[in-house]
């Protein structure tokens, strides 16, 4: 029974370049919900999103960053253009419905951008 | 969402209870409490939610007051592997998006 999994576990990019993060739900879950890290933060809310729709992408900037749950596949968060202020920890959480308190954390991506 | 307060640290000794309270003063008739630990290096883990009074499952229990408020997390005897950042991020009306504050890093001592 896999739980959520995130690839890459750790990404470097160049300034300037793209960054894709992919995340797998666990099975039977249709709801994604992406969190980003910084260094000696906690978690900030970016987007919720179920299969093929974007519910909550309140937490999301508005430029460079874009997020997609096709109905085939994983999730995908996309940050265009990386600086060095996009360097976190990217944190995946899935869950099975909607009206559910225990969202399923994934190990998270580890963007550093040189 | 009501934005959340807690202790930034506090330490512990093994075989203790510890209760870590959280601030949500401004907190919403339909926002939902609950409680998140997180190793270094992993994502969160669920530890326990609810909405008022006292609620305990086999690793903690919650104690909210009746005006929600606050709440208080309480982990009975703390063992070394309890030392963690916990979080007690509030979620609207049984679903969607978390919104954590800072977190309290526990500390447990031999």
């Known amino acids: 029974n896999a739980g959520v999994m995130q690839n890459p576990r750790h990404l470097v990019r160049r300034r300037g370049q793209e960054a894709r993060l992919r995340c797998s739900p666990m099975?039977?879950?249709?709801?994604v919900y992406w969190y980003r890290q910084l260094p000696e933060e906690g978690l900030k809310f970016m987007v919720y999103?179920?299969?093929?729709?974007?519910?909550?992408e309140s937490g999301m900037p508005k430029e460079r960053f874009s997020a997609e749950f096709p109905k085939e596949g994983p999730s995908i968060l996309r940050i265009q253009q990386v600086v060095r202020g996009d360097s976190a920890a990217y944190f995946c959480?899935?869950?099975?419905?909607?009206?559910?308190?225990?969202?399923?954390f994934g190990p998270g991506t580890r963007l550093t951008v040189t | 969402l009501a934005k959340t307060t807690q202790p930034i640290s506090m330490d512990s000794y093994e075989g203790q209870e510890v209760n870590i309270t959280c601030s949500h003063n401004?907190?919403?008739?339909?926002?939902?409490i609950t409680w998140y630990q997180q190793f270094p290096s992993q994502g969160p883990r669920f530890i326990i939610q609810?909405?008022?009074t006292k609620v305990t499952n086999e690793v903690a229990s919650l104690f909210i007051p009746a005006d929600r408020k606050s709440s208080t997390l309480s982990l009975p005897r703390v063992s070394l592997s309890d030392t963690a950042v916990y979080y007690c991020?509030?979620?609207?009306?049984?679903?969607?998006?978390?919104?954590f504050g800072q977190g309290t890093e526990l500390s447990v001592k031999p």
């Open positions: 999103l179920q299969k093929e729709n974007i519910i909550d």
């Open positions: 609810g909405y008022k």
């Open positions: 991020p509030l979620i609207y009306n049984q679903g969607g998006k978390l919104i």
């Open positions: 401004n907190i919403a008739t339909n926002d939902y």
């Open positions: 959480a899935s869950s099975r419905e909607k009206i559910s308190y225990e969202q399923y």
């Open positions: 099975k039977g879950h249709s709801h």
